[in-house]
C-alpha cells in the first residue's frame, strides 16, 4: 500500500508562489491516480486537480484552472503542485491523495491520505 506525505506549505503573499510536493513510499504512485485536495476552516474538503495513472489525463477544479497545476517525478515518486497567482482564498491545508482507478474529484473515492500541508495566503 502506498503512504503519502505533503510538504511545501507555508505564509506567502496574494501574487505569489508556492510548490507542495506530496512524496509517495511503498509503491509507486504511477499505480494510482493522484489528486490534490483542500480544506479551509469550517468548510467541506475539496477537489484541487488530479491526475491518473502515469500521468495521461489531468483535471482542475474551476477556480484554480490557469494558476495551479499538478505534475509528477516517477524517479523520485513524488507528485507536487505548483500553485501561482496565489489568493488569499486558497488558504487552506491541501492534501495528497490516491486512489485505484480513474480520475475523480470526489474526496471520498480517494482511498489513501496524507497529513495535509497548511498554505496561508495574506492580503
Known amino acids: 500500500q502506498v503512504q503519502l506525505v505533503e510538504s511545501g506549505g507555508g505564509l506567502v503573499q496574494a501574487g505569489g508562489s508556492l510548490r507542495l510536493a506530496c512524496e509517495a513510499t511503498?509503491?509507486?504512485?504511477?499505480?494510482?491516480?493522484m489528486g490534490w485536495f483542500r480544506q479551509a476552516p469550517g468548510r467541506e474538503r475539496e477537489f484541487v486537480a488530479a491526475?491518473?495513472?502515469?500521468?495521461?489525463?489531468?483535471s482542475y477544479a474551476d477556480s484554480v484552472k490557469g494558476r495551479f497545476t499538478i505534475s509528477g517525478d516517477v524517479d523520485k515518486n513524488t507528485v507536487y503542485l505548483q500553485m501561482n497567482s496565489l489568493k488569499p482564498e486558497d488558504t487552506a491545508v491541501y492534501y495528497c491523495?490516491?486512489?485505484?482507478?480513474?480520475?475523480?474529484?470526489?474526496?471520498?473515492?480517494?482511498?489513501?491520505w496524507g497529513q495535509g500541508t497548511q498554505v496561508i495566503v495574506s492580503s
Open positions: 491523495a490516491a486512489r485505484s482507478g480513474i480520475v475523480r474529484s470526489d474526496p471520498l473515492e480517494y482511498e489513501t
Open positions: 511503498g509503491r509507486t504512485f504511477s499505480r494510482y491516480a
Open positions: 491526475f491518473g495513472r502515469s500521468g495521461r489525463s489531468t
